[in-house]
């Protein structure tokens, strides 16, 4: 018992520690209008689809411009973009790496499944790159503070408010038959600003 008051005592004077475990644990635990981008080809419901039945419906790759490359992750590479139509930023998830096509199919057809959720990250186009020879896909820009950054200056309030979002987030992906399966800083963005948070990356989603 005085063991479990010292961990207690210790993960209250440093917060950011706490959030951090308690997405991993989350993790492993739990391991709007949208542009229609996927469609079925059959009658299934959305819940009875296979890869098999769903077909991309790719949007225009000159309405985009990639500005400055984010991050390089197992399925490829992401970019901060602009759509030059609209003059709106996004962000552009490119996959580079050698990445089968049921795999990209899955992400986005999840994507869409759950696009205008709460607190999840919104899906835009899909795109087909000539040039790099690569599929994509556009989602929203996210203004988000680093967790390295954010954590150690977040107070009880703040964990609970973003936890609490977290959760709902959780909750309306498996009221939807979707388990998220990797769930952790790097993919929970946090604006501190405007107090919003949002659910990234669901290349392990099943």
């Given at each position: 018992m005085e063991r479990l008051l010292l961990i207690r005592d210790f993960l209250l004077s440093k917060p950011w520690l706490a959030i951090f475990l308690l997405l991993v644990i989350l993790s492993s635990v739990l391991s709007q209008p949208c542009k229609e981008i996927v469609s079925s080809k059959s009658?299934?419901?959305?819940?009875?689809?296979?890869?098999?039945?769903?077909?991309?419906?790719?949007?225009?790759?000159?309405?985009y411009r990639l500005i400055?490359?984010?991050?390089?992750?197992?399925?490829?590479?992401?970019?901060?973009?602009?759509?030059?139509?609209?003059?709106?930023?996004?962000?552009?998830?490119?996959?580079?790496?050698?990445?089968?096509?049921?795999?990209?199919?899955?992400?986005?057809?999840?994507?869409?499944?759950?696009?205008?959720?709460?607190?999840?990250?919104?899906?835009?186009?899909?795109?087909y790159l000539p040039s790099v020879n690569a599929s994509a896909v556009v989602m929203e820009h996210v203004n988000f503070t680093h967790f390295s950054e954010l954590f150690p200056k977040l107070t009880g309030e703040d964990i609970r408010f973003y936890m609490r979002k977290l959760l709902v987030s959780m909750q309306y992906l498996h009221q939807h038959g979707i388990v998220h399966r990797d769930i952790k800083p790097h993919n929970y963005l946090i604006d501190p600003i405007a107090r919003e948070a949002r659910v990234i990356d669901f290349g392990a989603s099943a």
């Open positions: 009658k299934k419901s959305k819940r009875q689809w296979t890869i098999n039945d769903v077909d991309i419906k790719y949007g225009d790759h000159d309405d400055k490359r984010l991050g390089v992750g197992g399925f490829g590479e992401v970019y901060f973009a602009k759509n030059v139509k609209f003059n709106v930023n996004c962000v552009v998830k490119l996959y580079t790496r050698k990445v089968d096509r049921d795999t990209m199919m899955r992400e986005i057809a999840i994507m869409q499944s759950v696009c205008g959720g709460p607190n999840i990250v919104k899906i835009y186009d899909a795109l």
